[in-house]
Every structure is written in C-alpha cells, then in structure tokens.
C-alpha cells in the first residue's frame, strides 16, 4: 500500500512534495488530510520562520475557527514506541502540550530537535523541494511581538510567502475526520472568534 502524498504548491510557482507517514502518526495524517481537501491551507501568509530551526507555517491556526482544534499526542502508541526525533526533511504537528498537539498547524525542522521528540509528531517526510523550504530559511524577516510567551522568536516574512494551494493523492486509500482532542486549554495566540 502507498503512503499518501501532499504537494504543497507556492505562488512563486514552487512545490514541496510529502510523503506523509500513516504509519508512524495516523491520526495526525488524517488530520493533515481533512484540512487540506477542505482548503485550509489554501492563500495561506506562512507567520513564522526561525532561521536555523524550523518553519512555522502558521501558530494561529490558520487564522480560521475551522482550524482551532487539538489531536490527542499518541507519538509512543502510533508509532509502535519508537518515536520519530524531528529532524531536516521531516514535516510535523505543533506541541502545546504533553498531552496535545494542534490539529492542523504544521512545522519544517531545518535541524535536527531532539527536545521536540514526543511533542511534535513527525507525520511526513519531505520527498521534494528541500530547497524551497531553506530557501523560505533565509528570506528577509521582521520580529513580531508575541505577549503571551515573550521569550519565543517569532519572526514574520518582510515579503509575503503564500501557500496557494495543497493537494492530496491518496493512492486509492481512504483516511477518515481525525480523532480530536474533546477539552483542552484555548492558546492564546490563538484569536477569538464570535
């Protein structure tokens, strides 16, 4: 059975191809899934890049109420106890918590972060355009204040940097809605919808 592939697709006329990994993180990749095939990710701003670590595509959820949710971390059960360390080349869910993990708010390590082991849970493997992701490394930033953890980097591209597009092959799998986490704590930096 193949693994599912994503490309996300730049406006500079870019691609980043996944090879997302149901085996080692099939909740988060179903997860993955649902967000895309419903356009979340689509005319996306990435928010955040801190050179020499990773890419933030977004720590607001998307800026979408659709996309305020949490998975249950199951890094350990999913992945048979041998649990990925994020690393270059790997995709992953962002941590808020030992028990949880953002729904859809995804993250390019550019270096290998074995303080992130556990929390973030690796769900794919970039396949192609490892270029793009450290050429997005280097562009021109600005800071940007963030008062609920002043001591995070958070740095927004000066030159907006925009996903137009993410595209899922399945290959003739089906993935279902993720499992969601049914109570967990609001982020903060997560804005407030009526």
Known sequence: ???????????????????????????????????ATKGYFNNHKIQRIVPGSWIDISYTAFNRKECQYMLPNRCAEESGGIIKEPQAGDVCLGYYSENEVSGTEFVF???NCPDLTGKCPVFGTVIEGMDEIYRLEKVETYPVPYPPRPEIEINCPCTPQIIESVDIVLNGNEYPEPEKAEQFDFPENWPVFE
Do not use: T
């Open 1 to 35: 059975m193949k693994n599912p592939i994503a490309n996300i697709n730049m406006k500079n006329g870019s691609k980043v191809v996944i090879e997302l990994r149901p085996d080692i993180a099939y909740n988060e990749v179903c997860s993955f899934i649902s967000a």
């Open 109 to 111: 390590p550019v270096r």
